[in-house]
C-alpha cells in the first residue's frame, strides 16, 4: 500500500476505526483460543491449526492495512453542511447528474476510493466518471470513457 491520503468521511474514518478495534480486541484473542486449541490437540499439521495460522495471518494483515488507512486518512468535507458546499466538484460534492442520451437524472456523492459503493450512489474519485466531474460545475457537459464506450453527462447540480 501507497503512503499517499487515503480519502474519507468522517463517518468512514469512524467505520474504520470500529472495524479495527473490534479485530484487535476479539478477533485476535478468538483466533488465538483457535490456534491453542488446536495446538492441544497435538498434531501441529492438523488442517485445524493450518486454517487458524492462515486465518491469523490475514487477520493480521488487515489490522495493518487498516492502521495505515487510519494513519494517512484525509478527511473530506461533509457537503451535506451548508458552509462546506462549493460550486466546484472536488470530494466529498454532491452532484446531480443527467445523461445525455436518456431523461434519467442521478444524484452522486465523490468519495475515496475506500468508501465507494457505486450502487449507493458513492463513486470514487479515482473512477472514470469521478475523475470526469473533478473541477466541473452545474451546467457542465462531461465526457467520460467506459468499457462500452465514451459516455456524455450533464452536471445539473453541485452541493
Do not use: C
Not at 462549493?86 to 446531480?96: A, C, N, P, T, Y
Amino acid at each position: 500500500m501507497t503512503s499517499q491520503g487515503t480519502y474519507l468521511t468522517t463517518a468512514g474514518l469512524r467505520e474504520l476505526e470500529e472495524e479495527l478495534e473490534q479485530l484487535r480486541s476479539v478477533r485476535r484473542q478468538e483466533v488465538a483460543e483457535r490456534i491453542q486449541d488446536s495446538k492441544e490437540v497435538g498434531e501441529l499439521e492438523n488442517a485445524e491449526y493450518e486454517e487458524a495460522k492462515n486465518e491469523q495471518a490475514f487477520l493480521e494483515g488487515r489490522i495493518q492495512e487498516l492502521e495505515m488507512m487510519i494513519s494517512n486518512a484525509v478527511i473530506i468535507p461533509d457537503h451535506t453542511q451548508a458552509d462546506a458546499s462549493s460550486d466546484i466538484v472536488e470530494l466529498g460534492s454532491i452532484v446531480g447528474v443527467k445523461m445525455s442520451k436518456g431523461k434519467t437524472a442521478s444524484t452522486y456523492t465523490i468519495v475515496g476510493s475506500t468508501e465507494a459503493s457505486p450502487t449507493d450512489g458513492r463513486i470514487s474519485n479515482e473512477s472514470p466518471l469521478g475523475k470526469a466531474l473533478l473541477g466541473k460545475k452545474a451546467g457542465d457537459k462531461v465526457e467520460f470513457k467506459t468499457p462500452s464506450g465514451a459516455q456524455t453527462i450533464t452536471i445539473v447540480s453541485v452541493q
